[in-house]
């Protein structure tokens, strides 16, 4: 199966949501939730995640998590990395409960595709893509659509073949990786890789004139012109998060980093890195 097939598969029974002006969404991606050990590289970022979150749920923000939200393949056990991080899956259960939460699945958590969360959320269905589309508006003439997916799709070893990167990953890389050791085969640490993944993804959306969002290479990516390919970055940057807000039909990238007052007080800041870039559909090149 090649990657266009793949892509296409992610959104042939994708849900829809409503796309408006009135619409506010954040999209998350890479969060890589973990066991609270020295591999779990979102725990030096779990205050700045906290905090993003719990602003976002006050103002009205409904949550899509593009896949990677959870580290299962170094770690076998979700219940424990709920455990570990329940203050994020306490305000996921806020989201849930007022219908504001989607979660998508990636190659690192690909076994929520068969496996629920029923601990916490016994009717959520974890997704491979998501459309938020205008199309559901009655009377609407700009139609625009964002196809949502976490983009492991643009790689064979990630997709298809991810039951033999997860062994390499729990056996091999991530010990390793405690040796300061990278894995040559992570797209978010090979640049090579990670280039390769864009071009397959941009590629797929400039043929079928879509709007890609994805997360997996964790470079956050928002051009100041209308374009094909985004990307919402990660949870697992050295010092920030970075997500893309969709509010009056426009996107944002923004980063939440810890900041200093003059008084040497700290605080979570949210900037803006680029935007808001209105949403509109790339037309055809026919």
């Known amino acids: 199966m090649s990657t266009s097939s793949r892509l296409d598969h992610a959104f042939l029974n994708a849900p829809l949501l409503p796309l408006s002006n009135r619409s506010r969404y954040v999209l998350m991606s890479d969060c890589h939730r973990g066991m609270g050990n020295s591999s779990d590289n979102f725990l030096k970022n779990q205050h700045l995640y906290f905090a993003a979150?719990?602003?976002?749920?006050?103002?009205?923000?409904?949550?899509?998590?593009?896949?990677?939200?959870?580290?299962?393949?170094?770690?076998?056990?979700?219940?424990?990395?709920?455990?570990?991080?329940?203050?994020?899956?306490?305000?996921?259960?806020?989201?849930?409960?007022?219908?504001?939460?989607?979660?998508?699945?990636?190659n690192h958590d690909i076994v929520k595709k068969k496996k629920r969360v029923r601990t916490l959320f016994p009717t959520l269905t974890f997704y491979e893509g998501i459309i938020l589309t205008t199309d559901l508006l009655p009377g609407n003439r700009s139609r625009v659509s964002l196809y949502l997916t976490h983009g492991h799709q643009a790689s064979l070893l990630n997709s298809t073949l991810w039951p033999i990167s997860r062994f390499l990953v729990r056996y091999v890389w991530c010990p390793l990786e405690n040796l300061g050791v990278l894995d040559p085969t992570s797209a978010a640490k090979n640049y090579h890789i990670k280039s390769k993944c864009e071009v397959r993804l941009n590629q797929w959306a400039e043929k079928n004139h879509y709007i890609l969002i994805a997360g997996h290479t964790h470079r956050p990516i928002l051009p100041a012109e209308p374009s094909s390919y985004y990307?919402?970055?990660?949870?697992?940057?050295?010092?920030?998060?970075?997500?893309?807000?969709?509010?009056?039909?426009?996107?944002?990238?923004?980063?939440?980093?810890m900041n200093a007052r003059i008084d040497r007080t700290l605080y979570v800041a949210r900037e803006v890195i680029a935007g808001p870039v209105p949403l509109i559909r790339p037309q055809s090149s026919l």
Not at 242 to 253: A, D, F, G, P
């Open 231 to 257: 990307n919402t970055g990660s949870c697992v940057h050295p010092r920030c998060i970075t997500c893309i807000e969709i509010e009056r039909q426009s996107m944002t990238l923004v980063k939440w980093t």
């Open 53 to 106: 979150l719990e602003h976002y749920y006050r103002q009205g923000f409904t949550y899509i998590e593009l896949g990677d939200g959870d580290e299962l393949w170094e770690n076998r056990s979700m219940k424990n990395i709920i455990d570990i991080h329940s203050n994020v899956f306490w305000l996921f259960e806020q989201f849930y409960q007022e219908d504001r939460l989607y979660l998508l699945y990636g």
